[in-house]
Every structure is written in C-alpha cells, then in structure tokens.
C-alpha cells in the first residue's frame, strides 16, 4: 500500500512539472508572437529585398530582381561602404577587448571591501543611466567624448611606421577612452554579479595551499568567470553598432531613406553587416566559450530490461490513477 502511494505521488510529481511547463510558455506565448512578427519576420524578409531593387512610385513599392547586384555594389562599386567597413572591423578589434578588460579590472577593485564602494559602483554606472543614446551622440558630434591628441606621441609615431591601420585603430582608441569607459557601466554590474558568486572556499584552499594572488587570479577567477566575460563580449559587440560611433550607421541609414532605389541597396549593406558582428560574435565563443565534454552513456541488457519495466510500471500506475479519478 505504501509503495503504491509512494508511485502515486511520483506520477502526480510529474504531473505538476509538467503543468508548470506548459504555464510557463503560456505566459512566455505573446512575446513568442510578437518577437517572431516584428522581428524574426522582417529580419528574414530584408535577406528577400537584398536581392532586388525596391522602387517607390505611385502605385506603391516595386521590386525588380537584381539578383547579386546590390552587393556587388556595396563591396565593389559604392566609394563609402567598404572603407567604413573596415573602420568597423577596427573599431571592434580595438574596443571589444578594451571594454571587457577594463571592465574586469574595474569589477574586480569594486568587488573588494573598501569604503564607499557603493559610491564608486554608483559612479562608474551613473553615466549609463543619465546619458540616453541621443544625448551620446550629441557628445560624440561636439567632440564632448574626445581626449587630447595623441597622434604626436612617440610610440604613435612608431607604430605608424611599421602599421598605419593598427596605430589609427589605437589612437582612436585612446582619443576616445571615455566612450570606452561609457561602455563599461554594464558590464562592470555583470563582472561584480559572477566575482560575488564564486565561492571564497576556493580562495581560502588555494592561500592555504601556498598560491600567490596572481595564481589565484589566473587560476581560479578568469577561469569560472569566462562565461560571464563572454556575456560582455557579445553584449559590447552589439552595442558599438546601435551608436554614430559605428561608420556603418549613417550609410545604412541614408539608403533606407532613398525611395528611388535604395532600400534593397540598404538590405544588402545590413546583411554584410550583420555576417561580420556574426563573425565576431563567433569569434568570442571560440576564445570565452566553455567546452563541455558530451558523455554518451550505454545501456546494457539488464539495464535496459529494467528501464522497460520501470516504464511499464509507471504506465500501469498512470492507468491505475486515471481509472480511480474517473
């Protein structure tokens, strides 16, 4: 009797899991919606208008098949495109590590016991909070976010010796740190959140077994942070593309406006885009991601004798359960 209570209040056990599930995506089924409507939808459909030249007349929008043209004139025969292309590429190189070191270090310091550090973390995340994307891009137009010009500076002027696009991605860099610094209010929050949630039993074995503190910060801290950082990562590498910091940003902007020809044009400009932040994106799994060894599992014969007769019992008992309901 006790045992058939017991698998009883297993079947309900799983019952319930069940309904919880279907809850859940019951309450997650308008966002559901609405993200495939607005956003999986058009997504696709610039991948349809990349391919033709779209037209806007009296009658409404025209399409004409152009088949590759439009990126043959995105990369070959536009004069702006693929320059700013390349400043792009450059501009995530050098920001991306930037943001996600700096940030590091500063969620380390912040993560200490030192006085007023909920000042500090108050400081360092205020300008996410007071500077909206628009009043960025004012700053950004006025030279608001610029630093002295470095471009005199003797390491500068030996690196434009041997790389000049390395050394204008640097002093792009340097000239512009604040951004850099703006763009860590985030992550900095992300950074404390995983430092906080390791386990400080750790540091204490690792002191105790004669660790030095840059061991401990290379051996255990990066180690289980690295699925945090890589957070950071793909969040920075989107994030530079949604200011006027991204070259790409106006180009594509202007050509959505052109009625006459331009919004397949603008497709294929956002499809290029969009394989390169992808590509990066790919990038930051390779370096952060964590690999996790799959673990194919054999049954044997008796084993799986006795998981068909555990499955056979719990359909008798699910059976059993239904016919007492009814």
Excluded: C
């Excluded at 943001?99 to 993560?111: D, E, K, R, Y």
């Excluded at 610029?146 to 500068?156: C, G, M, Q, T, V």
């Excluded at 397949?264 to 930051?284: Q, R």
């Excluded at 060894?293 to 054999?298: M, R």
Aim: charged share 15%; no cysteine.
């Amino acid at each position: 009797m006790a045992k058939k209570m017991r698998d009883k209040d297993i079947l309900k056990a799983i019952q319930r899991k069940s309904h919880q599930n279907k809850q859940a995506y019951l309450f997650l089924l308008p966002w559901l919606i609405g993200f495939i409507i607005f956003t999986i939808g058009p997504f696709f459909y610039t991948v349809y208008l990349s391919f033709y030249e779209v037209e806007s007349t009296g009658l409404g929008w025209v399409t004409t098949f152009v088949g590759m043209d439009n990126y043959f004139m995105a990369l070959f025969r536009n004069l702006y495109y693929l320059p700013a292309l390349i400043d792009f590429i450059v501009l995530e190189i050098t920001y991306v590590p930037a943001v996600v070191i700096a940030s590091f270090i500063i969620g380390i310091l912040l993560n200490r016991d030192i006085k007023f550090r909920s000042g500090f973390r108050t400081i360092f995340f205020l300008p996410v909070i007071v500077l909206s994307g628009s009043v960025m891009d004012k700053l950004i137009e006025t030279g608001g976010t610029r630093l002295s010009d470095f471009s005199e500076n003797i390491i500068f002027q030996m690196l434009m010796n041997y790389n000049r696009s390395a050394a204008r991605g640097l002093l792009n860099l340097f000239e512009n740190f604040t951004m850099v610094l703006w763009f860590t209010g985030i992550p900095v929050i992300l950074f404390i959140n995983g430092l906080q949630k390791i386990n400080t039993q750790l540091y204490e074995a690792a002191k105790i077994d004669g660790a030095t503190t840059w061991q401990i910060l290379w051996k255990i801290t990066v180690p289980i942070i690295k699925p945090t950082a890589l957070i950071v990562a793909i969040f920075t590498i989107v994030q530079i593309g949604m200011y006027s910091i991204n070259p790409i940003y106006e180009i594509i902007k202007a050509a959505m406006y052109n009625f006459g020809a331009g919004l397949g044009l603008a497709s294929a400009y956002t499809w290029i885009y969009t394989l390169v932040v992808l590509f990066f994106v790919g990038i930051a799994l390779l370096l952060l991601g964590t690999k996790e060894k799959a673990e194919t599992v054999k049954l044997s014969s008796i084993q799986r004798l006795n998981f068909e007769q555990i499955k056979a019992k719990r359909d008798s008992v699910s059976k059993e359960v239904n016919n007492e309901s009814n």
